[in-house]
């Protein structure tokens, strides 16, 4: 007990009975266990203080996780409803696609042929 050995308990004891003597040890050792009980109850409150501390610094942090991804999720369904923005995307897009591929040219009329034009040619 608190690294003491039996010679040192017995020499504690000798002394307490000396000083106290032996009417008042009975009511002194029932203080000093009154008073190791109340030390325990302190350290055991004060530990499970902190490990709840602890547990909800673990939950905080996990509900600051679920807070930024809620708020990152809030931001970019906000700037997909943005009706200005959404136009200037497909504006860019559409002009992407002008840059890219040139429109085709418009088919030339074909040529109407007659025998009349085709002696011509023939001459």
Sequence with gaps: MFGMGLTEIFLIAIVAVLFLG??????TMIEIAKFFRS???TVNSAKATIEDEIRLSGIKETVMDYKAE????????????????????????GND???????????????????????????
């Design 70 to 93: 809620l708020t990152n999720a809030s931001a970019e369904l906000t700037r997909m409803s943005d009706l200005t923005e959404v136009k200037a995307d497909i504006t860019a897009v």
């Design 39 to 41: 030390v325990k109850g």
């Design 22 to 27: 032996p009417d008042k040890l009975p009511s």
């Design 97 to 123: 696609l002008t840059l890219e591929t040139p429109a085709p040219a418009a088919p030339k009329e074909p040529e109407a042929i007659t025998f009349a034009q085709k002696n011509k040619e023939d001459v």
